[in-house]
């Protein structure tokens, strides 16, 4: 960081590193202040950076810009200090970020000296790598022991036995079976690595959107927009409140500026920074032998990087990008990975009672075989060799039931689903951030909306205006709403003469253009820039909106040009709580004169004159009588019904500032502004219009076919909000729908709020706080809430919801932090979207989940069956044949079924509930449906085979050709059933939207593709045999009995079935694992409960479609199973053993304390029932 060759520049980016960490006055001042780093990093404070500049000429020296004296090492002098605990990444990290744009002409000189603002990328696991993890599962490595024994036995038995004497050649052929087990398992790594390689790229490009942004700078005296990966040591750049700062730097100048800088050093306060002149030149004043100040400490004109600009506006000096800079030397140990969303946990706990259902079949199945393999030792007159290939086909066949019933690819299907949704959801502008919210986001049932820029356009114009009472101009439209109160105030806003716009402008006078020009301009944050080729105003579309104002009509000057000509003294910035902004400006004559801008009715009840002739060249007021106060009341309620935003501008002249009522405030916050807020001379009201979104309507109405009900939180007045709402579909007073006004929401009861919120429908002027308060009273009446958010206080709102959706454009950096889903086009018609791609996640994972149990029970349950009543213990279903099974289970149909994109009917149905089960009632009776015919096909084609179909039991060849049949018949009912398990609900359309998945159509021909082929060139080592015409036609007429048999289920009546399986969701019949009382389910837990249902849910009506029993759930089993299924599948559940043996004890602690307490009460003859030694309630006599 201190050794640059050939270096340009004053200063090496370690010596710029030293102001920081912790920041050093004393380096700042070793430097020259910021004329020193001025001059020695070659830019300018007015003018920033030249975007022209490569190759820069001469060089500057330390000595050159530095006070006299100043060693260039500070506490090591002039020798170049040693770094000996620089972190070991950076300096690849930084050589890297040299050459990331080697060919770009720009900067040059500055890139290799100061490297670029960019952080290493994590370095992504290689092939090899995501290879040996999915391999290092404990089943496969078992399998592959097995195999290799397999091998080297097959193998002695072909080419160490000598056949020539028995005749018999069949040994020939017994090493295929093991040589068959090892394609599969490697079949099965590599399909599982390659997935895992392509999430992992997926999401690593996901990562890098989030991380770009656009931020602002000045480039040869022009502000312009540039991203953030572009910044540049050297830069100036503008802080705005509710910015993330990205880089290093050093205060310039500005407005109040106040840093919370508790996410980077750990402060908690507040930091107001202070220009780095006035630092400087108390520092100076110091070291020439002057008193120190009391709160020479306080001095703060460092800007790091990771804070958030909570109030004010400014600029400041770039010193350090990238890995040089605070935040990204932090991040560079801190690469996180994405934790795991509760489906995910909840579905590895699922996943672990399936494998618990399998590994005890597998070993009922070993012991049963294996006495049966014993009996009939002392009659066996094979050789020892012989002996011990028909063990292993025993143990085979167990182990290979177990790999068939642990369902890897149950993790693999949601992690894909979210990989998949989370792609495409970005084309459909939504970045997800946190990918839980994907999958919370299909079963939001209420979405709080921001109403500007995301019902609307974000397009605003001035199209009326009310100046004084002399002179208005537009605002003549019916009101939208149908109410006889606005026609009156209507037809009394008229008393205002109205004229066209160029007649308008024609009469007012030079001072008083003068008056609203500067106003406009002083009172906005907006600047002029290019965007999309073309000369506009970049900022706050208010603001934009009164500024192209006094461009096109007014003759303002450039708005830059403007705020140089007015001496600008103070700035309040705006408050959300006042709804307003105000800037204090010196008058050529020594006066000051404060501009207000903010909500039109706040401004006018603050008034008590009003601008007398706007013709005049002289600008004059006179007093605001009520009837008049009444009059520009009505003006704003007629421009308000009309959708148009009111906004007010108004005026106070002072002799002196700060007046007396502020005397000794150093800076100003709106609270304290509001003590001179008064004997105010209203200048103008001015009407902006703000068009719907085209997209909006049918957006609402997607939203009331899904049950997800939407409700308007805006900060405009009631009538705008009210109007609009009604417009776009969200306000309907006839069916009970409310609206109200922050001010009286926020004084409500908790339990008026409670009653009062179910109707709530349009939230006016309201602010962050009520926002947050309305997220908080829905959560707690069991909503699952959405809602948008821009500003900077708007994150506890965000934060609060259960999904939190930031503005891609308007919002702040606050406010994308907060969020877990930020809107790329700031439009509500993307949030619907990112409902249907929620409810896809999560069907997807059901449709998978109910494919993977029907699968699961028929090879369990077939194998087991037709291995017991077989005599030589053999299932009809080979090793071999259960391992291609287990592939299209695990990894093609996770792909197929979890690719699935959203159809429209997607959204014809409400959102599940919180504590819905994860297998509801229609999903078990499809499972258990399907499961029993199946089992009737494959059963009856085993062991009726013989008479139905006229094979000849002793003939091993027409024995082969039966069991060639079963396994052919089995594969085609499940590729016959994956497309059944397309729907979820009882439509009977299970095509619907199939033309539009092309992984889906892929993996099903694949699937035949496979299947045909192994029945035709598979023989030896699948051992089965050709299948002539009319065993094809009868296994494939067969499995597509699945279809019309689907049907026959769908129309099987819900609420009988919830009877007969009232505690299917809960997967009861793994109840011989116990019960224990009081563990409570959930998502977020992974030890919870299998089916993620909560207590609450224990207590709906059994006969309801996805009821629950009033019994206490199942406690889940100990996880013998997730270490079996190996790192692939554990690594989902992200808890150690240590936190795994504290669980344990606290169960212990509480068993024990609940036994106490059971034991007193008996002693006290309580009546409460007694607890039993698990922890359940036992049964009284």
């Not at 975007?51 to 002039?78: I, N, Q």
């Not at 159509?1001 to 035949?1008: D, G």
Request: with cysteine.
């Amino acid at each position: 960081m201190f050794i640059v060759e050939n270096n340009k520049f004053a200063f090496s980016p370690g010596q710029l590193a030293k102001f920081f960490n912790p920041k050093s006055l004393h380096a700042f001042y070793a430097v020259g202040g910021l004329t020193g780093l001025e001059k020695g990093l070659r830019t300018n404070r007015e003018s920033g950076l030249s975007p022209d500049e490569g190759d820069l000429d001469g060089a500057v020296s330390f000595e050159e810009v530095a006070p006299k004296g100043t060693p260039k090492y500070g506490s090591h002098g002039d020798t170049e200090p040693v770094v000996k605990d620089e972190h070991p990444g950076a300096a690849a990290a930084a050589a890297a970020g040299a050459h990331h744009n080697k060919d770009a002409n720009t900067f040059r000189d500055r890139r290799r000296i100061f490297k670029e603002n960019r952080l290493p990328e994590k370095k992504s696991k290689t092939l090899l790598q995501l290879a040996w993890i999915t391999y290092n599962d404990k089943i496969l490595i078992l399998l592959t022991i097995a195999a290799v024994v397999s091998l080297a036995l097959g193998l002695y038995q072909t080419f160490g036995v000598d056949h020539s004497s028995s005749g018999d050649q069949s040994a020939k052929l017994e090493w295929v079976e093991g040589v068959a087990i090892m394609v599969a398992i490697i079949i099965v790594v590599v399909v599982g690595t390659l997935n895992d390689w392509q999430m992992e790229r997926q999401f690593n490009k996901l990562n890098a959107k989030h991380n770009d942004r656009t931020v602002k700078v000045i480039r040869s005296g022009k502000s312009a927009e540039i991203s953030v990966f572009d910044i540049m040591v050297g830069d100036v750049m503008h802080l705005f409140a509710g910015d993330m700062v990205p880089v290093d730097g050093i205060f310039i100048s500005g407005h109040g500026v106040k840093c919370d800088e508790s996410s980077a050093t750990g402060e908690s306060d507040l930091l107001k920074k202070v220009a780095a002149e006035e630092v400087f030149a108390t520092l100076q004043k110091v070291a020439q032998g002057g008193e120190a100040s009391h709160d020479i400490e306080k001095l703060d004109p460092f800007i790091i990087s990771g804070s958030k600009v909570n109030e004010g506006t400014g600029t400041f000096l770039v010193t350090a990008v990238g890995v040089n800079s605070c935040y990204g030397r932090t991040m560079m140990s801190l690469h996180t990975e994405q934790e795991d969303t509760p489906l995910q946990k909840k579905l590895n706990k699922l996943a672990d009672s399936i494998a618990i259902f399998g590994a005890a079949s597998a070993l009922i199945l070993f012991v049963v075989l294996f006495i049966k393999f014993l009996a009939h030792l002392p009659g066996n007159t094979e050789t020892p060799d012989q002996k011990g290939q028909a063990f292993l086909r025993i143990f085979i066949t167990a182990v290979t039931i177990v790999v068939v019933a642990v369902p890897e690819g149950l993790p693999l299907a949601v992690t894909l689903a979210l990989a998949f949704a989370t792609t495409r959801m970005m084309r459909d502008n939504n970045l997800v951030r946190i990918l839980k919210a994907c999958e919370t986001m299909g079963n939001a049932t209420t979405v709080c909306s921001d109403k500007t820029g995301t019902l609307t356009q974000n397009k605003m114009t001035v199209v009326a205006t009310t100046l004084g009472k002399s002179i208005s101009f537009g605002g003549t439209d019916a009101p939208l709403e149908d109410d006889p109160s606005i026609k009156i105030e209507k037809a009394a806003a008229n008393v205002i003469p109205n004229v066209p716009v160029a007649e308008f402008t024609k009469n007012l006078s030079t001072t008083t253009k003068k008056l609203i020009i500067q106003a406009n301009a002083v009172n906005s944050t907006a600047f002029e820039g290019d965007a999309d080729g073309e000369q506009t105003f970049i900022g706050s579309k208010t603001e934009v909106a009164l500024l192209t104002l006094s461009r096109d009509h007014l003759g303002s000057a450039p708005v830059q040009e403007e705020r140089s000509n007015a001496n600008t003294v103070q700035v309040v910035p705006f408050d959300s709580a006042v709804k307003y902004m105000a800037t204090v400006v010196k008058l050529p004559d020594g006066k000051f004169r404060a501009y207000v801008k903010g909500a039109s009715e706040i401004l006018l009840s603050k008034c008590t004159k009003v601008i007398a002739d706007p013709s005049s060249e002289e600008l004059s007021a006179v007093d605001l009588p009520e009837s008049d106060r009444e009059m520009f009341s009505e003006t704003i309620t007629s421009y308000a019904s009309q959708t148009l935003r009111t906004i007010g501008s108004s005026y106070r002249d002072f002799e002196s500032w700060p007046p007396p009522e502020l005397a000794g405030q150093t800076e100003l916050t709106a609270a304290e502004f509001d003590k001179v807020h008064h004997d105010m001379t209203l200048v103008a009201i001015f009407g902006i219009k703000d068009p719907l979104r085209e997209t909006v309507k049918k957006a609402i109405v997607d939203c009331k076919r899904a049950h997800v009900k939407v409700r308007m939180v805006t900060g405009d007045n009631l009538l705008t909000g009210r109007a609009i709402a009604r417009e776009c579909g969200i306000y309907n007073p006839q069916d009970g729908g409310i609206a109200m006004e922050g001010p009286v929401f926020r004084r409500k009861s908790p339990e008026e709020l409670r009653e009062l919120v179910p109707k709530l429908e349009v939230l006016a002027r309201s602010s962050p706080e009520d926002k947050r308060i309305l997220v908080k009273t829905l959560k707690e009446l069991g909503e699952t809430v959405a809602v948008t958010g821009d500003g900077t206080n708007d994150a506890p709102a965000l934060k609060m919801a259960d999904i939190g959706f930031a503005m891609g454009i308007a919002g702040t950096e606050v406010a994308k932090e907060a969020a877990a889903i930020i809107l790329l086009d700031d439009n509500f018609a993307s949030i619907v979207k990112g409902i249907s791609w929620g409810r896809a996640v999560n069907d997807a994972v059901k449709k998978f989940l109910q494919f993977q149990l029907t699968v699961n029970v028929t090879a369990v349950v077939l194998t087991f069956v037709s291995a017991v009543a077989n005599s030589n213990g053999e299932p009809v279903l080979k090793a071999v044949q259960l391992l291609w099974v287990n592939l299209i289970m695990d990894t093609f149909a996770a792909l197929a079924l979890a690719t699935d994109p959203p159809a429209p009917s997607i959204l014809d149905r409400a959102p599940d509930k919180k504590s819905a089960p994860l297998i509801n009632t229609r999903m078990g009776k499809m499972i258990i449906g399907q499961a029993i015919c199946q089992l009737a096909i494959t059963l009856v084609l085993n062991f009726g085979g013989y008479a139905l179909l006229g094979y000849d039991k002793n003939d091993p060849a027409s024995s082969k050709s039966l069991n060639t049949l079963v396994f052919n018949t089995f594969v085609w009912l499940q590729i016959f059933n994956m497309l059944n398990n397309r729907r979820l609900d009882n439509r009977f359309n299970i095509f619907e939207g199939i033309t539009k998945n092309n992984w889906f159509l892929a993996i099903a021909l694949i699937m035949i593709g496979g299947q045909i082929l192994i029945i035709f060139v598979g023989s030896d080592a699948f051992e089965i045999t050709r299948l002539n015409g009319k065993e094809w036609g009868l296994s494939i007429g067969l499995g597509a009995i699945s279809l019309p048999w689907g049907i026959a289920v769908r129309l099987f009546p819900d609420a009988w079935a919830a009877k007969m399986w009232p505690d299917f969701g809960k997967l009861r019949f793994l109840k011989f694992w116990g019960k224990k009382k009081g563990k409570k389910s959930g998502s977020d837990d992974p030890e919870k409960v299998v089916s993620g249902t909560s207590d609450e849910n224990a207590k709906r009506d059994p006969g309801a479609t996805d009821s629950e029993s009033e019994r206490p759930p199942i406690a889940p089993p100990l996880r013998t199973l997730t270490s079996i299924r190996g790192k692939r599948a554990s690594t989902h559940i992200r808890r150690g053993f240590r936190e795994y043996m504290s669980d344990k004890k606290q169960q212990v602690k509480k068993a024990a304390g609940a036994s106490k307490i059971d034991l007193s009460g008996r002693l006290g003859h309580s009546s409460s029932p007694p607890v039993n030694g698990t922890g359940g309630v036992t049964k009284k006599a």
